[in-house]
């Protein structure tokens, strides 16, 4: 007769707790341990209990598991877009920390809209996360309420201009604006145009172009023009941009993107149109996006260390979650990349 144990007998709902403990040998305290915290059990024990959680499909009631514990085990993270590649970087490592923590990451994008944003943070909250993370500092008044009332940490990531929640895990806007005017005014430009955003929906773009202003107005030039763009941004707005530049200002110099995709659109339309790329018009893009080095000529970029922001951002909220951190800003240091399009 073999001595492996059987199976027990499921109810109707399926397989519980308690069955999986009688199938693994073990106490129904030590099947929740390895669920919620596999790094405080032994080996050979969470084995055991993972290969009897999968011989029985066991799926673990996390509504009960809310109930009987203080935490969640669950981060909600609300980016602005899902399809932009800079905030799955930034995401990616979010999971990469997390994961390891027995942190689960629950995802929202928030389509650069304060409401929507507002929204998603109420729905999440009836989750209880242990923690959010954030893309900026800019929020309604009653989501800057229900996320300050939660006692949860809160990290803002991407800006570093403006004072956090509590924590923030970002770099200056406003500083990356002046390196590219300064970029521009060793080169001697001074017809200059900013495309970006519209001013009530990215503020952090703003930021970049009262950056590139500071420095303009140091030496006594106009304020750049400005292009605002509706967000979410197409690769083809950089086309749309670059026709609205040369209509209000037929002789420019040049023109900073806030984000690498469009400005590739535009130099490649400018080098279907013939237009001499940085002879004629210097380009500069921010975020040093994929294929942003591929171009021709090569587009002049700020590079922006997205996955240390998720990285420290998760680090950040495991850090409070246990205790050891307290409200601070981080500010990580940009990279100009001065390639052939400035």
Do not use: W
Request: hydrophobic share 40%; with cysteine; proline share 5%.
């Amino acid at each position: 007769m073999s001595d492996k144990p059987r199976s027990p007998r499921l109810s109707r709902g399926g397989a519980r707790m308690v069955d999986v403990a009688r199938l693994a040998g073990t106490s129904t305290q030590t099947v929740s341990r390895v669920l919620s915290r596999p790094e405080l059990v032994s080996e050979a024990t969470r084995k055991l209990v993972e290969d009897a959680v999968r011989q029985l499909n066991y799926i673990p009631n996390s509504a009960a598991r809310l109930l009987a514990s203080t935490t969640s085990r669950i981060v909600a993270v609300i980016i602005p877009s899902l399809s932009a590649t800079v905030y799955a970087r930034e995401v990616d490592q979010i999971i990469r920390v997390l994961e390891p923590a027995s942190f689960s990451v629950m995802i929202g994008h928030s389509d650069y809209s304060e409401k929507r944003e507002e929204r998603l943070i109420q729905s999440f909250l009836e989750r209880r996360p242990d923690g959010f993370i954030l893309t900026g500092t800019q929020h309604t008044d009653l989501a800057r309420d229900l996320l300050l009332s939660s006692g949860v940490p809160v990290v803002e990531t991407f800006d570093g201009d403006t004072t956090p929640l509590d924590i923030s895990v970002g770099f200056s806007n406003f500083e990356a604006g002046r390196k590219v005017g300064e970029l521009f005014r060793s080169r001697g430009l001074t017809r200059i145009a900013y495309v970006g955003g519209r001013s009530d929906q990215d503020f952090r773009s703003n930021a970049r172009f009262e950056g590139l202003v500071s420095r303009l107005q140091e030496d006594g030039l106009q304020p750049a023009a400005r292009i605002q763009l509706t967000l979410p941004m197409s690769a083809h707005d950089g086309v749309v941009a670059l026709d609205k530049v040369l209509e209000i200002e037929p002789l420019i110099q040049a023109i900073f993107f806030s984000a690498d995709a469009i400005a590739i659109s535009a130099l490649l339309e400018c080098n279907r149109r013939g237009i001499k790329i940085p002879d004629q018009i210097a380009l500069c893009g921010f975020g040093n996006y994929d294929l942003a080095d591929a171009t021709m000529p090569a587009l002049t970029t700020v590079a922006v260390p997205f996955e240390k922001i998720g990285e420290l951002a998760a680090t950040s909220i495991l850090e409070r979650i246990r205790g050891n951190a307290e409200p601070r800003r981080l500010s990580l240091p940009l990279q100009l990349l001065r390639r052939g399009s400035a």
